[in-house]
């Protein structure tokens, strides 16, 4: 029901983004939100994806960002409190019942957290469009193989990503490739 499907890239990925993170804004506000970023596949301009929108939340204080909890289910999304990331926060939004699939997803951590590593993931294949092609190769290798297992899909991408990590890393650091 909740399978791993790679779609070919569609322009509007970027204005479903902008317009939930304007609701997302509006709804929590500037004191508890520092910056809001389009992150994961559907950021990268071409890039085949799953139709999922990834939306980073980055706030002040992870705690006093379990505010948001009930104010993100009152616009659909349902919180993941076993997550096993605990500098995290996540939620999705469309899954049953609220829906047939999923259609967004929000991370919400510290902005002196993961939040620039995050960032700089997306930065990178956007500045480089043969990496984000190798990533697409990846991706739709790994759900041909993984297609009902999410989990095994996602650790399949590690080793990859911790890879253009490095590289994104030192360019960031302007070191060469």
């Known amino acids: 029901m909740d399978e791993v499907n790679i779609v070919e890239y569609d322009p509007c990925w970027q204005t479903l983004f902008a317009q939930e993170a304007e609701r997302i804004w509006q709804a929590l506000g500037n004191d508890l939100v520092a910056q809001i970023e389009h992150i994961g596949s559907t950021a990268v301009p071409g890039l085949a ?67 620039w590593e995050r960032k700089l993931f997306c930065d990178y294949l956007r500045r480089h469009p043969e990496e984000a092609k190798r990533y697409e190769a990846l991706k739709r290798d790994l759900a041909a193989s993984f297609r009902s297992d999410r989990e ?13 990590m490095a590289k994104a890393r030192c360019e960031k650091m302007g070191k060469k490739e």
Do not use: C
């Open 49 to 115: 994806a799953k139709p999922v929108i990834d939306i980073m939340v980055g706030v002040h204080s992870l705690v006093d960002a379990k505010s948001a909890v009930p104010i993100l289910e009152s616009l659909g999304y349902v919180y993941w409190r076993e997550n096993p990331h605990p500098g995290r926060m996540f939620f999705v939004k469309g899954m049953p019942p609220s829906g047939k699939q999923r259609t967004h997803h929000v991370h919400i951590v510290e902005v002196n957290s993961e939040f």
């Open 152 to 164: 095994a899909y996602t650790n399949g991408k590690n080793d990859y990503i911790r890879a253009v």
